[in-house]
């Protein structure tokens, strides 16, 4: 009898990799401390409130052009209109009569408004889609990803969309016989691509990504079934889906136990790493506002003056002297520069008016990002976005 983690520890183990198939015939299953666990969370508005007029409406459709495999995918939904959540641009997407009726009956008649064969979303209503989009197109990654950028994403661009997730746990076996198997609990913004092979019946179905962000939309609105901003683990599969979820995730360490115990060690390593990096980070962004704000360098603790001197040695001279020009003009680089990279990263057009986004505003949310990423063990894309947020990640 053998102990092991889903993860890929194996505790005790003998013999090389094999595909054998294990049998569940009489595995005891608890998913228990996966049910409460986040899968998704929405974005928050970074714009003021007020909702779109007919006028900017009106001046989206007549610039906007929907691909043809987009609208035969989307041709059972209703267009509906509302603001980007990062951006405040107008945003034309759809949804399902269902989903329309859901924001209807829990956000009122008036913040759901029919303007010709279309809906314009305010108050309550368009917060609460816009957040979800905001999680699909950036969180999730589909603006990104989309390489064409015509909206409708081919399965090669949905593995590099960040739709994801996995539960980890333990099982019990003897020979090939499972005798228990448990969740610990759920990694998620997982990278699609990843999964072909770890939770194949979910990839194929379509279970984690649709085509289309409005498709997508439309399912994350029906999985939020409590409206509260967040889908977690039981809101978004049956028992009947977590068990199997456990089968394929038992089935796939079991094969390949060298392998996943390898990359759970390099797994956690670069979660702690990018977690410091984090933490540092932040203090020296609070330093640099100091500095932003013409506090002298002198008034600085001797712990924050240190951290500077090794962490932005440019901004020194020869003599190992602050220099407020040098340090200004670093500033002006960096800035200039995390904005072009948070643009290409979150899938935004640098030319278009959506990059009316400030640093100020950019940087809160590549911090919530990766707040998120950190939170959901997606180590990897928290270290792109410390390169990001400092030259030195």
């Known amino acids: 009898m053998s102990l092991v983690n889903l993860k890929g520890s194996v505790l005790d183990y003998s013999g090389k990799n094999n595909t054998t198939k294990l049998n569940f015939t009489h595995t005891t299953f608890d998913v228990s401390k996966g049910l409460g666990s986040t899968i998704y969370n929405s974005l928050k508005s970074n714009f003021s409130s007020g909702s779109l007029s007919e006028e900017e409406v009106k001046k989206l459709e007549n610039t906007s052009h929907t691909n043809s495999q987009v609208s035969n995918a989307q041709s059972h939904l209703q267009t509906i209109y509302f603001k980007d959540p990062l951006t405040g641009a107008a945003v034309k997407s759809a949804l399902s009569e269902e989903s329309l009726n859901t924001l209807r009956e829990n956000f009122g008649n008036e913040n759901v408004s029919k303007i010709g064969q279309a809906y314009i979303l305010s108050g309550e209503a368009e917060s609460f889609v816009s957040g979800w989009y905001g999680d699909i197109a950036y969180t999730r990654g589909y603006l990104s990803a989309d390489a064409d950028k015509n909206g409708f994403l081919e399965q090669s661009e949905l593995d590099e969309t960040r739709s994801g997730f996995r539960e980890t746990g333990w099982y019990i076996y003897s ?49 939020d079934k409590n409206l509260d901003g967040k889908i977690v683990y039981e809101e978004i599969l049956s028992k009947d889906e977590m068990i199997l979820e456990q089968k394929e995730g038992t089935q796939y360490a079991y094969d390949n136990r060298e392998k996943v115990e390898a990359q759970l060690n390099f797994d956690y390593l670069n979660y702690v790493l990018e977690s410091a990096k984090a933490v540092i980070d932040d203090k020296l962004e609070n330093i640099k506002d100091k500095l932003r704000n013409n506090e ?36 002006q680089k960096e800035e200039q520069e995390f904005i072009e990279k948070s643009l290409k990263y979150l899938g935004l057009d640098e030319n278009s008016d959506q990059t009316q986004l400030d640093y100020a505003k950019l940087k809160a949310v590549m911090k919530e990002l990766r707040t998120t990423f950190l939170q959901a063990y997606s180590a990897d894309e928290a270290g792109k976005i410390n390169g990001i947020l400092n030259t030195w990640a």
Do not use: C, H
């Not at 499972?178 to 019946?201: A, F, H, M, N």
């Not at 600085?300 to 407020?324: G, I, R, T, Y």
């Open 175 to 223: 020979g090939t016989e499972v005798l228990s198997s448990w969740t610990e609990g759920i990694y998620t913004y997982q990278k699609l691509g990843d999964l072909k092979e770890r939770r194949p019946t979910f990839y194929e179905n379509g279970k984690f990504a649709a085509s289309t962000i409005a498709l997508e939309l439309d399912k994350t609105i029906k999985n």
């Open 296 to 331: 002298d360098f002198n008034t600085l603790s001797k712990e924050e003056q240190k951290l500077l001197k090794e962490f932005l040695p440019q901004a020194f001279d020869e003599k190992a002297q602050f220099d407020k020009t040098s340090f200004d003009k670093l500033m």
